[in-house]
Nanobody, 124 residues
Framework: QVPLVESGGGLVQAGASLRLSCAAS????????MGWFRQAPGKERESVAA????????YYADSVKGRFTISRDNAKNTVYLQMDSLKPEDTAVYYC?????????????????WGQGTQVTVSS
């Protein structure tokens, strides 16, 4: 098991920024592929961003490219999602996910461990 705890969500106005954090327990964090997903009411969970274990490879959904940045600090067992220029359509519950396999993981089915989620609400 790899417990994951997200934080940093909240209610902001359009155009604002938020930084989500996902803290992981255990000594294997530095070897995990990590990702951020989101799920809006009535919609399927979708990939937002992903990062490999070194941080040298990243992936972004087209809808967030140029606005969101994923990063990780292996010394702190934490992965971040910096969200800038937020839009109302970014409103969702954001989930952190982890997987022990090598490489970028882009789909829900690719991930083994999940956090409980943090709500992000962007008002217009």
């Amino acid at each position: 098991q790899v417990p994951l705890v997200e934080s940093g969500g909240g209610l902001v106005q359009a155009g604002a920024s938020l930084r989500l954090s996902c803290a992981a327990s255990g000594r294997i964090f530095s070897s995990l592929a990590m990702g951020w997903f989101r799920q809006a009411p009535g919609k399927e969970r979708e990939s937002v961003a992903a990062i490999n274990w070194t941080g040298g490879m990243t992936y972004y959904a087209d809808s967030v490219k140029g606005r969101f940045t994923i990063s990780r600090d292996n010394a702190k067992n934490t992965v971040y999602l910096q969200m800038d220029s937020l839009k109302p359509e970014d409103t969702a519950v954001y989930y952190c996910a982890a997987d022990r396999r090598i490489g970028l993981r882009r789909t829900v089915a690719d991930y083994e461990y999940w956090g409980q989620g943090t709500q992000v609400t962007v008002s217009s």
